[in-house]
């Protein structure tokens, strides 16, 4: 079956600090990759995603790029903010699989610090 | 153009009663999802709607979950009898073409289940 598997949090860091969630996959099938994000009190939001080998997803700054030889779809942002503090889900489907629902990994709490 | 809406945006019953939710998408998309997060794991397919027809409904937990989208507009869950275990945040989701568009997402319903 299809599983999703990235980093536990909270992974909490100061503000300017690198960031990198790890994110690896398992799939019946060539998926498409998805990093959403779920700020306080809002729903879940779509970050960046790709959909084919070696595609880079980007998006207010964060980037993952889509690595089939090592499963993986990390996503990485070079300075934090405040403001990024949230829940970071990755996710993947496949496209034309039959089952077009989205296989999440548990999400990982960030916390950035001032 | 409205977001994916969802309600109530928290339910608190008892065990034994009988909660249901709503999901208004998207105008104009045919495919709505819902899933489940239960404290700590992952989000999780419930199922499928492809305009009022169930196209994948793999993920329903048990016979005590009842999806319907009569019309093809908005949706329901009905939770009926609720169990402790049934506690969670439910999301809905939308999007225009299966697989290959965005899924919006809305912000959630926290049902607890005392």
């Known amino acids: 079956g299809n599983s999703v598997t990235q980093m536990e949090g909270p992974v909490t860091l100061s503000e300017e600090a690198f960031l990198t969630i790890n994110c690896t996959y398992t799939?019946?099938?060539?998926?498409?990759l998805f990093w959403y994000v779920q700020y306080p009190g809002e729903g879940l939001q779509l970050l960046l995603k790709?959909?084919?080998?070696?595609d880079k997803g980007s998006n207010k700054g964060f980037e993952a790029t889509y690595r089939k030889e090592t499963t993986s779809f990390h996503l990485e942002k070079g300075s934090v903010q405040v403001s990024d503090s949230a829940v970071y889900f990755c996710?993947?489907?496949?496209?034309?699989?039959?089952?077009?629902?989205?296989?999440f990994g548990k999400g990982t709490h960030l916390i950035i610090q001032p | 153009e409205a977001g994916v809406t969802q309600f109530p945006s928290h339910s608190v019953i008892e065990k034994g009663q009988t909660v249901t939710l709503r999901c208004d998408p998207i105008?104009?998309?045919?495919?709505l999802y819902w899933y489940r997060r239960v404290m700590g794991k992952e989000i999780k397919f419930l199922l499928h709607?492809?305009?009022?027809?169930?196209?994948?409904e793999s993920g329903m937990p048990n016979n005590r979950f009842l999806a319907e989208r009569t019309g093809g507009t908005y949706s329901t869950l009905k939770v009926q009898p609720a169990e402790l275990e049934d506690s969670g945040v439910y999301f809905c989701?939308?999007?225009?073409?299966?697989?290959?568009?965005?899924?919006?997402f809305g912000q959630g319903t926290r049902l607890t289940v005392v």
């Open positions: 799939a019946t099938g060539y998926p498409s």
């Open positions: 989701a939308s999007s225009q073409v299966a697989g290959r568009t965005e899924a919006f």
């Open positions: 790709a959909t084919k080998a070696d």
């Open positions: 996710a993947l489907s496949i496209p034309g699989g039959g089952a077009d629902g989205l296989t």
């Open positions: 709607f492809v305009k009022e027809s169930k196209q994948d």
């Open positions: 105008s104009g998309h045919d495919n």
